[in-house]
């Protein structure tokens, strides 16, 4: 005998629910791209506003530039940019430069200006290296930078895995430092591998004790931010800082540091490829009461 099927109503499907569903995130996606765009869009106008003095110098005046053709190109050219406004918001200060045999044999009869523009008062000079290295270029260096009235200050590489008294009587036996020369500088920038950090830093003492004892003068530590900040700031508290920061972004001196190397990527006539340049926190008249009187 044949049943009957009892027919079941199918169910329908969402299809209005999916569809305003789908419709929403639509929206709601596209308002998110809007408002991006737009933070994007402000963002890019506050920079160029804000750099308009540095943009106008390189668009206006760098005649000697050519078009960017690679990202190291772009990089440069936002560099001098920030240069440029940084410089002219601290012209009042003092700018200067460091430099070692990486920049091969200098022109110095040329090197007068940062970025074209901007007076160059002093140069801190490579002399030495660990225990035993001397900058190829030193004794060239040291020589033209005075001979051309630039500021002249010497620096030795700190290396942490070698002792720090063979450090110190490398550096002494080869920078004769005169009257008129900027304080020697002591560049640490990296911990060691072979000792705790407390022994680097007693390392770090006894070379600057040894160099203060032999100069009369008491050296200059140069370092990166976040080294001072980690390992220098608390335990050399009476030593004075040239500090390097790159950062985009950092615009102010902070009042504890006596030299700003703000860049890597500068400029300079006389001197090929990139250099770094500092600026000194104070006055022309001030950097000369901190060069050497004997």
Known sequence: MAVARKTVPKKRRAVRKSTARNKKNNQTSKIAKMVFAIVLLLFFTGVVLHYRSGIAYYLGFRTDKIAATSNTEETKRFSDVRNYELLSRYEDRVAGIDVSEYQGVIQWDQVRFVENTFPLAYVFIRATAGVDKVDNQFENNWREAKKNTIIRGAYHYYRP????????????KTV???KGDLPPV????????????????????????IVDAHYKVRPIIYTGENFYNAFLKDDFSGYTFWIANYNFFVEDMKDDWLFWQFTEKSSIQGIQGNVDVNIYNGTPKMLNYMRVNK
């Open 161 to 172: 895995n070698e002792n720090s008294i063979a450090q110190a009587e490398n550096f002494i």
């Open 176 to 178: 004769r430092i005169q």
């Open 186 to 209: 002591l560049d640490i920038e990296s911990t060691a591998t072979n000792q705790p950090i407390d022994s680097l830093k007693a390392g770090i003492r006894r070379w600057l004790e």
